[in-house]
């Protein structure tokens, strides 16, 4: 028989905006923000493809995929 430890379970969740649970409820409770992260997620890459070639693509991807991150904390940075 093998033995997995359980995994540990967080009932303390500290809203720290980098949890996936906290991104969730950010942006069901912004709708407008969310949508506008969908257009930047979306857009990106075929902003990037057009001004930088395949290089651009790549940018893109990473400069979407880090807001879509990091909005829910600069949000609550600044206040909002």
Same mark, same amino acid.
């Given at each position: 028989?093998?033995?997995?430890?359980?995994?540990?379970? @967080? %009932?303390? %969740?500290? !809203?720290?905006?980098?949890?996936? $649970?906290? @991104? @969730?409820?950010?942006? $069901? &409770?912004? @709708? %407008? /923000?969310?949508?506008?992260?969908? #257009? #930047? #997620?979306?857009?990106?890459?075929?902003? !990037?493809?057009?001004?930088?070639?395949?290089? &651009?693509? #790549? /940018? !893109?991807?990473?400069?979407?995929?880090?807001?879509?991150?990091?909005?829910?904390?600069?949000?609550?940075? /600044? &206040?909002?």
């Amino acid at each position: 028989m093998v033995y997995t430890p359980a995994m540990p379970h @967080r %009932s303390d %969740s500290s !809203g720290t905006a980098f949890s996936a $649970e906290s @991104r @969730r409820a950010f942006y $069901e &409770g912004h @709708r %407008s /923000i969310a949508l506008f992260m969908l #257009v #930047v #997620v979306f857009a990106a890459p075929f902003a !990037g493809l057009y001004v930088a070639g395949l290089l &651009g693509v #790549v /940018i !893109g991807v990473l400069v979407s995929a880090t807001a879509y991150v990091l909005t829910p904390s600069v949000w609550k940075w /600044i &206040g909002g």
